[in-house]
């Protein structure tokens, strides 16, 4: 059960990862369309800041638990590199849960708020009327796959520390 739960999150994390990598792509190239439009044609368009900023939202948020899958994100380790491995390993369990915690608050509080864009549609203020929840997703999407994302951080280092190896599985001894 937690193998699959596991690679239905790393699977959903690379999908996204890749996906973030695209969008990127894509928003440079919606942003030089735009540079070009209107510095160059006196025709600014009236969607390329506004889908460029909903797309940087879907990248940076969708794909950051691909990026602390990765291991990735920002750490500072000047004091705990000093720490025995152990020690280490135990304080990325306390931070994960830590983090996990937060993230999962922040999912709930991201469903919430689309919960009520739905139930009042609204739609942004420009001449697009996006409905807000389409970029608002990228909130609860992102921050739920780094609630996971975290546990299964926790899983795996407390399954280190304690004994048995990556995934839950028995260490083998010779």
């Given amino acids: 059960m937690i193998r ?18 695209l969008g990127i792509l894509l928003m440079g ?14 025709a600014p368009t009236i969607w390329a800041q506004e889908t460029a900023v909903y797309i940087f939202m879907w990248t940076m948020l969708a794909g950051g638990a691909y990026t ?10 000047l004091v705990i590199e000093h720490l025995s491995i152990r020690t280490q390993k135990i304080l990325e369990m306390i931070t994960s849960f830590a ?15 689309i919960a009520a864009s739905i139930g009042y549609e609204k739609v942004s203020a420009t001449p697009l009327r996006v409905p807000m929840w389409i970029p608002q997703m990228a909130l609860l999407l992102g921050f739920a796959l780094l609630t996971f994302q ?6 795996d280092r407390y399954a280190e ?6 995934a839950g ?6």
């Avoid at 996990?100 to 991201?110: I, K």
């Avoid at 599985?169 to 010779?174: G, H, L, N, S």
């Fill in 161 to 166: 520390v304690f004994g048995k190896g990556a």
């Fill in 29 to 42: 190239l919606i942003l030089f369309y735009e540079v070009v439009m209107r510095y160059f044609f006196k």
């Fill in 4 to 21: 699959h739960i596991r690679s239905a999150v790393e699977k959903g994390n690379l999908i996204l990862g890749y996906v973030s990598g």
């Fill in 68 to 77: 602390l899958q990765k291991g990735k994100h920002v750490r500072i380790d």
């Fill in 150 to 155: 975290f546990a299964i951080i926790i899983a």
């Fill in 169 to 174: 599985e028995e260490k083998k001894t010779c």
């Fill in 99 to 113: 983090g996990m915690f937060f993230c999962a608050v922040v999912t709930w509080q991201a469903y919430e708020m």
